[in-house]
């Protein structure tokens, strides 16, 4: 059985794959805590039409006529942002350990989240088939 064909698996599946990215994206931030200028980035919250599929891929604006449009994009297809903080340190560094940890915590929770849904999901089917052939 394809689960990817199921819009609840294929949703589950999406949503996990963001939260892996931006585990990625976070461990980044805090591996460059002490680089002089850096911003630190996020990932753009999904929507939930983002979860369904529903909606089109936003391009980078163009300045000219000869510029390439192109998708703001990270490695798995999502829309990276940088985040905005309050107060630089004198390097020019933006990144907020505290808040940069806080983020990695609530990304872990949602995962776990995810992958709880994911196995409670397929024990419920697991447990259809089982009585269909039972």
Same mark, same amino acid.
């Given at each position: 059985?394809?689960?990817?064909?199921?819009?609840?698996?294929?949703?589950?599946?999406?949503?996990?794959?963001?939260?892996?990215?931006?585990?990625?994206?976070?461990?980044?931030?805090?591996?460059?805590?002490d680089t002089p200028?850096?911003?630190?980035?996020?990932?753009?919250?999904?929507?939930?039409?983002?979860?369904?599929?529903?909606?089109?891929?936003?391009? $980078?604006? @163009?300045?000219?006529?000869?510029?390439?449009? !192109?998708?703001? %994009?990270? /490695?798995? =297809?999502?829309?990276?942002v940088r985040v905005?903080?309050?107060?630089?340190?004198?390097?020019?560094?933006?990144?907020?350990?505290?808040?940069?940890?806080?983020?990695?915590?609530?990304?872990?929770?949602?995962?776990? $989240?995810? @992958?709880?849904?994911?196995r409670r999901h397929? !024990?419920?089917? %697991?447990? /259809?088939? =089982?009585?269909?052939?039972?």
């Amino acid at each position: 059985m394809d689960f990817g064909s199921i819009p609840l698996f294929r949703a589950m599946a999406k949503r996990m794959s963001w939260l892996g990215e931006r585990q990625q994206v976070l461990a980044q931030n805090v591996a460059n805590a002490d680089t002089p200028g850096y911003v630190p980035q996020d990932l753009k919250q999904q929507s939930f039409r983002d979860l369904l599929g529903g909606s089109a891929r936003p391009t $980078l604006a @163009t300045t000219h006529t000869r510029h390439l449009a !192109g998708a703001a %994009r990270g /490695a798995g =297809g999502f829309a990276v942002v940088r985040v905005k903080t309050a107060e630089p340190t004198p390097s020019g560094n933006r990144v907020s350990l505290e808040q940069e940890m806080m983020k990695v915590g609530e990304t872990a929770t949602y995962h776990h $989240l995810m @992958t709880s849904l994911y196995r409670r999901h397929l !024990g419920m089917i %697991r447990a /259809a088939l =089982g009585r269909m052939s039972g």
